[in-house]
Nanobody, 126 residues
Framework: QVQLVESGGGLVQAGGSLRLSCAAS????????MGWFRQAPGKEREFVAA????????SYADSVKGRFTVSRDNTKKTVYLQMNSLKQEDTAVYYC???????????????????WGQGTQVTVSS
């Protein structure tokens, strides 16, 4: 089992920045792939970013590419999502997720992830 706890969400003005953190506990963290997803009211959960076990490979949704950066610190069992130049359309609940089946081909797919955090709200105002 892997337990995930997100933090760092909040209210920010458009153009501002936030850094989300996802702290993991339980099974070994250094060999697990991680993803960030978000869900806005009335919409399906969507992929935001992913990072492999070593941090050597990352992937981003087109809507956040160039603005968001995913990273990880395996010594702290934590994954981060640095969000810059935030837009109102970034408003959502953000979830981190973990999988031991991480591959480049399926890292963007929600059902591929076995463990999920409780989510943290990000609200971007105009």
């Amino acid at each position: 089992q892997v337990q995930l706890v997100e933090s760092g969400g909040g209210l920010v003005q458009a153009g501002g920045s936030l850094r989300l953190s996802c702290a993991a506990s339980g099974r070994a963290f250094s060999n697990i792939g991680m993803g960030w997803f978000r869900q806005a009211p009335g919409k399906e959960r969507e992929f935001v970013a992913a990072i492999n076990w070593s941090g050597s490979s990352t992937s981003y949704a087109d809507s956040v590419k160039g603005r968001f950066t995913v990273s990880r610190d395996n010594t702290k069992k934590t994954v981060y999502l640095q969000m810059n130049s935030l837009k109102q359309e970034d408003t959502a609940v953000y979830y981190c997720a973990a999988t031991y089946s991480y591959t480049d081909a399926i890292r963007r797919i929600v059902p591929n992830y076995d463990y999920w955090g409780q989510g943290t709200q990000v609200t971007v105002s105009s």
